[in-house]
């Protein structure tokens, strides 16, 4: 019997065929409630079919809503940990894919990490891009409760939990956390983390405000910031692979793509080699198929 992985993390690479190691290693972080080698898994799978590895994990409900910060720093320490221990970072490039909140708050706490520890400075020179998926979503008065009762079966348990959190997080100062978390979120991207960013979202979605993150994205095209985004009139809370699944398989592969011609064009200036010369850079691209899907 095969026994169960310890670790709240899981790395699958590409088969040997497709292995490539100068393509960036995809971090999947996944939203509250949903099951590692379930639905993430499926992501995972599919890029690796096109040589991409990857480690996924998914913060536990009272980690993502601790009112306290210590929780969500420990588990972004441990996902650090994890990847040098298996020579991904900071050997490698790592894209930060985050679905909804969950995951947003894990690509808060690398950032942070990267700003305030100097353990941790080159975590900016690591990032090569950031992927958001119904995410980041604005935090309101509300926002808890209607993640619980999409993460959780009903019952007493949920229903304490439920209080136990509304409670801290309002004593803790709610609205501060939210104001701060936005705040992070809006200048990821500008001045010290100048990488492109892809956010996935749909104007239907009861989790995660589309309006607002509607106006994120004029913000950060405001500023300068390097965003493509892609707004579905009707789709899913993190579903919209499965309602749109051949548009976002290839707005996600386009995006990665564009990754590697971009560092294989900073590769060739860097070197001076000209873009015709047998011994210039002309980076690597990952398989795409002509109808990849997720």
């Avoid at 536990?60 to 298996?86: H, K, N, Y």
């Avoid at 992927?131 to 604005?138: E, G, I, Q, R």
């Avoid at 926002?143 to 959190?165: C, F, H, I």
């Avoid at 983390?193 to 979202?201: G, K």
């Amino acid at each position: 019997m095969a026994q169960e992985d310890p670790s709240p993390f899981a790395l699958l690479q590409p088969r040997s065929e497709a292995a490539n190691d100068e393509l960036p290693v995809i971090v999947l972080l996944g939203w509250v409630g949903a099951q590692r080698d379930g639905a993430l898994l499926k992501y995972a799978d599919f890029l690796a079919e096109q040589g991409y590895a990857s480690v996924r994990s998914v913060q536990p409900t009272g980690t993502a809503f601790s009112p306290f910060e210590r929780p969500r720093r420990s588990w972004a320490l441990a996902l650090l940990s994890f990847l040098r221990a298996r020579q991904l970072w900071p050997q490698r490039r790592l894209v930060l894919y985050a679905f909804s909140n969950g995951g947003a708050f894990v690509v808060e706490q690398l950032m942070l990490l990267a700003e305030q520890d100097r353990r941790f400075s080159q975590l900016r020179a690591s990032m090569a891009a950031f992927v958001f998926d119904s995410a980041p979503a604005h935090m309101k008065s509300d926002s808890l409760q209607r993640v619980l009762s999409e993460a959780e079966p009903p019952g007493l348990g949920r229903a304490l939990r439920a209080t136990y959190y509304s409670t801290a997080s309002w004593l803790m100062g709610r609205e501060r956390r939210g104001q701060a978390f936005w705040a992070n979120m809006t200048r990821l991207g500008g001045l010290g983390w100048d990488r492109p960013q892809l956010f996935l979202y749909s104007a239907d979605d009861h989790l995660c405000d589309g309006a607002k993150l509607d106006e994120l994205v004029a913000a950060k095209r405001a500023a300068g910031q390097r965003v493509s985004a892609r707004r579905w009139q009707r789709s899913q809370h993190c579903g919209h692979f499965r309602r749109h699944r051949e548009e976002y398989s290839q707005l996600l592969l386009d995006f990665l793509a564009g990754l590697q011609a971009e560092s294989g064009a900073a590769q060739a200036s860097g070197s001076g080699g000209g873009g015709g010369s047998a011994g210039g850079s002309v980076g690597v691209s990952p398989r795409v198929g002509p109808r990849a899907r997720l």
